[in-house]
């Protein structure tokens, strides 16, 4: 194989859960944000890509709890409507707009027209093309070998934080089950919820618990993705540190970034992947589980995440945050640094394909020129890694999904860069150094601060609660009754609900509060409700087929894999 290295593109999905959770300003509509500006305009430029004949791959995470709810048909069906309610609102737009004969009426128009456009594309790809199935698009770009689909845990728990190794196992073993059933084969990669890693400890009792490597090695795992502290040592820096678009941005708003020792730094690189020790931190020949870790590269992750000096900043994209008070379309670009809201100028779609096409010509060069110098530096052809949200490409950055068009169509010209799935990158370049982990994550400060905090550490509390009482329940029901077996299984599901990492975050986030707090409160007594008529000899039956009709998630789940393992 040729070139200088490989860039490995890495993009992970997730939203929170939110089937029949109502409409804006959060609930299902986030779904239906994210569908429409996000997933079918990357899988339009996807399979443009394939049509083409654009050598092109690269690695994506669908979110088991994403997977269960696009894949619903109440969902799909909400997403059509949706769609509809956009047209509609664009089309009043433009008579409204037709109608004025102010100088910025012509231009506003235009803009209504566009975006009308812009919906009908999207639905019409939605019903014609992918015919509502998202998630099969998506597989179908992995059969025919463009993309490596990512498992993860299933409701993206926060797993460090986990009090028993039986949760952390049943989250992956569920996840793992829908993979299975939506993709047809075994996942190799995971993408461990915010990036968040624990490594081998003792505990206060003296008993040696393990770290996420080996929990993943036992269920066939074969590599994950860590921040690039994690990997090098030093201060964090970029998302880690703070400075992020999206929402990681709102923690840093709304919080004093935590004070942060720098780790030692260490002779190590983002350039490689190594195996990840299984053995306790000092040890003096680590063993490792035949686990690998890659780290994300600093440098092209700012270009796309900072809101300092990223590209989505760019004056000429559109603004994110004004929409009109009538129509909630977005008519405004980002017009300058700290531009207020009311200042801001009107969007030109030209001006930002123009900025398009710069942008997306510098990354490429960028990813490039890092691996030469990585190769002359080291003597040895280097794996970059660029790992992001795929909400920031489309949902958060308007204009992301035609730049990361224009990107892969750059690299794939370029003889000395090759583009690699994860599992063939590590093929082409495997580990042969093991390395010890720090706890760590791509959270504020590189650790557990935006997801543990003064604002959260109750839900924890509760959290580790119905971990122990459903791993009790799992180890005492044997042989149940077919009652027993479905409220089990029920009680496993709201356990696995009320543990979504994403309760914590919009918490810390402020960005929905009541609705977090609303959705943990709920599946945690919904819970107890099950839990309470096992411990009574009488499964209410009744209330989990309703909460099945209400949720309809993991149809495949077994409250067995919450037992406590047995060493």
């Known amino acids: 194989m040729s070139g200088k290295g490989v860039f490995n593109l890495v993009l992970h999905s997730h939203l929170p859960y939110a089937r029949l959770a109502g409409r804006w300003p959060h609930g299902e509509e986030w779904l239906h944000e994210a569908a429409v500006e996000t997933y079918i305009p990357l899988l339009q430029t996807l399979y ?18 994403l997977c269960e709810q696009l894949a619903d048909s109440t969902v799909q069906a909400n997403l059509i409507t949706y769609l509809d309610e956009k047209i509609a609102a664009a089309t009043r737009d433009i008579g409204h707009f037709s109608a004025r004969t102010d100088k910025e009426a012509e231009h506003l128009s235009m803009l209504a027209q566009w975006y009308r456009d812009n919906f009908q594309s999207v639905k019409q790809a939605f019903l014609d093309r992918f015919q509502k199935d998202i998630i099969g698009a998506f597989r179908q770009l992995q059969d025919d070998g463009h993309i490596e689909l990512m498992v993860s845990a299933a409701t993206h728990a926060y797993l460090p934080l986990l009090s028993r190794d039986s949760s952390i196992m049943a989250q992956l073993k569920t996840g793992i089950a829908s993979y299975e059933r939506y ?25 040696t618990r393990a770290g996420l490597e080996t929990l993943l090695a036992e269920l066939g795992i074969q590599a994950f993705f860590s921040e690039t502290h994690t990997i090098t040592g030093g201060q964090p820096v970029g998302l880690a540190a703070g400075d992020a678009i999206g929402p990681y941005g709102a923690v840093r708003r709304q919080y004093v970034i935590p004070t ?11 350039f490689k992947a190594y195996f990840v020790s299984q053995s306790i931190a000092g040890a003096a020949s680590p063993a490792h589980s035949g686990v690998a870790v890659l780290g994300r590269n600093n440098e092209t992750g700012q270009q796309v995440w900072s809101s300092e000096r990223g590209y989505p900043g760019d004056f000429d994209y559109r603004e994110f945050y004004k929409k009109s008070g009538v129509s909630g379309l977005p008519y405004w670009r980002v017009t300058g640094d700290n531009v207020a809201l009311d200042n801001k100028d009107y969007y030109y779609p030209d001006w930002a394909a123009f ?13 490039g020129d890092l691996l030469r110098d990585y190769q002359r530096r080291a003597g040895e052809n280097g794996i970059l890694v660029a790992s992001y949200d795929t909400e920031l490409f489309g949902h958060w950055w308007f204009e992301g999904v035609r730049w990361l068009d224009k990107v892969l169509r750059h690299l794939a010209t370029d ?10 990158a590590l093929d082409k370049y495997p580990p042969h150094t093991t390395l010890h982990l720090p706890e760590s994550s791509w959270g504020t400060g590189g650790a557990h601060f935006t997801w543990d905090n003064s604002e959260t550490h109750w839900m924890w509390q509760h959290i580790a609660e119905t971990e122990i009482r459903i ?8 042989q149940p009754t077919d009652d027993e077996r479905l409220v089990l299984n029920q009680a496993a599901r709201e356990v696995l609900l009320l543990q979504s990492s994403d309760w914590e975050f919009l918490v810390t986030s402020q960005q929905a509060r009541q609705y977090a707090i609303q959705r943990f409160t709920s599946h945690t ?36 894999w919450f037992r406590a393992s047995v060493s």
């Open 525 to 560: 007594e919904r819970f107890q409700r099950l839990a309470n008529s096992l411990d009574a000899g009488q499964p209410d039956r009744a209330f989990a087929l309703e909460m099945w009709e209400t949720d309809k998630v993991f149809p495949d789940m077994d409250y067995l």
């Open 355 to 367: 900025k398009v096409e710069q942008h997306a010509e510098h990354f490429a060069h960028l990813v």
């Open 48 to 65: 443009a890509l394939k049509d083409d004949q654009i050598p092109f791959h690269l690695t994506l995470g669908l979110s088991p709890v």
């Open 260 to 270: 942060t020792e720098a780790m030692p730094q260490r002779d190590t690189s983002p």
């Open 415 to 424: 003889p000395e860069v090759v583009m690699l799935t994860t599992s063939a």
């Open 183 to 207: 993709f047809g084969r075994k996942p190799k990669v995971v993408w461990l919820p915010e990036c968040a890693y624990r490594p081998a400890y003792i505990t206060e009792d003296n008993n």
């Open 471 to 478: 791993e009790q329940l799992a180890n005492r029901f044997s």
